[in-house]
């Protein structure tokens, strides 16, 4: 990874991890963007198109649209390449201080070789959020390409546009995207915080009453409130089964989702038609290891959990496989870093039996959570176990996918319109990034529930 964009990236991750929203809540529909493609023109020859040993000396800028909004004029110099940016004034809205990152809202970046000053992409943010954006990149004399990047996922990659790249650097922003039309996927660029309202009350209650539970292996609540042990169903303290004990992932999943179906119907979910084998299919071939490894308990747990919430907030038809679990995804190519190298790789989606590689679960995440608002997922994660036939070890082991870990994933937008993904898993809260980080080249099966922001599991 160069300079240029490892500094953007580490601007981002402090952002992050300082606790800051990546997007301010003055952020408006992209289309509304005060346009600065009058700014760029008057500053082509001094700027963008000034040699390269002149633009990496000049100090920075500031200037004013007629709009009102500031931009500060830029140059970062990488080992091989410099950029021009155009950054948009960010304001956290935590803080009074203003600070101009490069991905604000707005923000135009010209990034060019240092050995020629020839171009090499434009990349400009629709909203403020430094894994969000659209770039374009010379193609023909007539032509350039765009890609549509969100979060290290390619929506649209190397799609040709009817115009030069070099007119690129004083055309308003609006115009070159009409040139894509009903290509460009607008909807990935205006969420709306008002839609995850129920989402983010949701969430609140959950977190509300963590601090009463704690992890027990095998633990879950039965109907009756007790707790109980998983596989035998017996209490885990015969003493007083319904006020002591813990949860273990599945069992916490159930709680969550107890908790989401009790307002509606005063019940909480029994056990043992959770720990079947959804809708009785089952292969002669793995029946032993089925008997053995009870391999498959995780899926069939979150699609059972999914089954019964489907049926009851929706409908009976919404218990059906192809209604709740998730199987489709826009994007097939993902950017994976390598060392310092970025690597753009094919990513095959949805794939039965197993679901989603995890190196593409957060733009999965970001899409559904545009896609459909007011919807949490059950995942279950999954490897192959076994081991292969090798020249030392010819019998080998059957390989088998094993489901061994349920955990809750919501997406959403908090009230300052940054995306965030809020993950509960074994009765308690952990981070995407610790739980994406734990399960590396591996799978997860999603389901999805439907909230409405209530939540009593007692």
Known sequence: MNKLLFTIVILACLCFSAGFPQNAAADVPYRLIQDDSSLRASLKDSWLAETPARV?????????????????????????????????????????????????????ILTRKKSDGSPVRIRTFLRSDPYVYVQFRPFTAEKCQMDVVVYDAYL?????????????????????????????PAKYFDSRPNMY??????????????????????????????????????????????????????????????GILKPVTGESLPINPLKQTFNGQISSFTQIWD??????????WIRNLAASAGEILRSPSFSALEEFE?????????????GSNTVVIPYPGFIAEAGFGIEGLQPLLYTLAINEPGRIYLAAVNDEIGQPVTADNPRGLPRIRRYY????????????NAFQVTVFESAAETSFTAFRNRYPGQFVNLVRIPIDGRFDPD
């Open 56 to 108: 990496q000396s000049k100090q920075a800028e500031y200037h004013t649209l007629q709009g009102g909004a500031r931009i500060q004029v830029r140059c970062e110099s990488g080992p091989d390449e410099f950029g021009i940016v155009f950054a948009r004034e960010f304001k956290n809205p935590a803080s009074a201080g203003s600070s101009w990152p490069g991905w604000a809202q707005g923000s135009w």
């Open 156 to 184: 649209v990659r190397s799609m040709p546009l009817a115009v030069p790249f070099d007119r690129l650097l004083a055309l308003p922003v609006n115009e070159v995207l009409a040139l894509a039309g009903a290509m460009f």
């Open 197 to 258: 309202r129920d989402t983010r009350d949701f969430i609140a209650a959950v977190r509300s009453k963590l601090p009463g539970l704690h992890y027990t292996d095998d633990g879950a609540i039965d109907e009756n409130g007790r707790y109980v042990y998983i596989n035998s169903l017996e209490y885990q303290n015969p003493a007083e089964p319904a006020k002591t004990g813990g949860l273990n992932c599945s069992g916490f999943a159930k709680w969550i989702v107890d």
């Open 291 to 300: 008997s053995i490894l009870d391999p498959l308990f995780g899926l069939n």
């Open 326 to 338: 998730v199987r489709s995804w826009p994007f097939s190519q993902i950017i994976t870093r390598q």
């Open 405 to 416: 870990h349920v955990a809750v994933l919501i997406p959403y937008f908090d009230e300052n």
